[in-house]
């Protein structure tokens, strides 16, 4: 198989990883801003199979350059999971209250949480389409899901996710049109132990924490198990279906 994985140099997109080479991938291209400083790089920098690529989801150009260079190294891709997601960052924080609020903020959030997989997957068509089997997946969050939005607060997390949701559920429809053998799928990690969820960890019971390595195998399991009647769903880790 031929694999990227977006954001794979830490956290769960890196525990992803470590699933793809375990799975016994041909090819795993993981992207990280930084990769060479990443942990991933760290794990299996001199492992042939894998190509390191610097990608600021935020940045079209790095998107575009990101794209030709997989576009030499592989024919098509079989597996795509693009992980990039913040909560906070810098002066970030997930709103309490509406007076929390501000645009930029919004803004930012929903450029790392929501458009970089169908950014990636414009980039990316000619791999995509054609008649191979194909999981285009992103992590996405339950607390994006707008029908279970009991709690209120974290207005724009809630919203890049739910925004993520529709643009995959969108590309989902144009891409059975250009591969019908393709499925595209968000995902619920669940809660998992890793930078971003560290500052939340209080309330969570140790048993409902997650180490990166539970989920990813977790999710892995759910992408092998997808087929394109499946496409345009939102799965959570143990492989039940999230309502929009
Ligand atoms: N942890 C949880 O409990 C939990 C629960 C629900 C959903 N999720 C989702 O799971 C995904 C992975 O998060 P994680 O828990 O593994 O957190 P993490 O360890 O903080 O990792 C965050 C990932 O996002 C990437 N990223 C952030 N900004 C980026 C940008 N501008 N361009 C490219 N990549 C960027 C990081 O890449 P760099 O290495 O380049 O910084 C890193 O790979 C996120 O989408 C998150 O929303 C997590």
Redesign the pocket.
């Known amino acids: 198989m031929n694999i990227l994985i977006?954001?794979?140099?830490?956290?769960?997109?890196l525990a992803l990883a470590r699933q793809a080479l375990a799975a016994g991938a041909r090819q795993l291209v993981v992207?990280?801003?930084?990769p060479r400083n990443?942990a991933a790089h760290a794990e299996f920098g001199g492992d042939a199979r894998v190509t390191f690529l610097p990608?600021?989801?935020?940045d079209d150009v790095a998107i575009r350059n990101a794209a030709d260079e997989i576009k030499v190294l592989v024919p098509r891709l079989d597996r795509v999971i693009c992980?990039?997601?913040?909560?906070r960052?810098g002066d970030i924080n997930p709103e309490k209250r509406i007076a929390d609020i501000d645009a930029e903020a919004l803004v930012t959030l929903y450029r790392?949480?929501a458009l970089?997989p169908v950014l990636l997957a414009r980039e990316l068509w000619p791999l995509l389409k054609g008649d191979h089997a194909l999981q285009f997946s992103a992590?996405?969050?339950?607390?994006g899901s707008i029908s279970d939005n009991r709690l209120g607060g974290w207005y724009s997390y809630r919203a890049s996710?739910a925004a993520l949701n529709q643009l995959m559920r969108t590309l989902s429809i144009e891409l059975a049109r250009a591969n019908p053998n393709a499925s595209v799928a968000t995902l619920?990690?669940?809660?998992?132990?890793?930078?971003?969820?560290k500052p939340f960890q209080g309330n969570v019971p140790a048993d409902k924490l997650f180490t990166?390595d539970d989920s990813a195998a977790q999710l892995w399991r759910v992408l092998d198990g997808l087929t394109p009647a499946d496409t345009g769903t939102l799965f959570a880790y143990d492989g039940s279906v999230i309502p929009y």
């Open positions: 977006q954001g794979g140099g830490r956290g769960i997109g992207t990280a801003r930084n990443s990608l600021d989801i935020t992980t990039s997601g913040i909560l960052e790392v949480n970089g992590i996405s969050a339950r607390v996710k619920h990690p669940g809660t998992v132990d890793t930078d971003l969820s990166a």
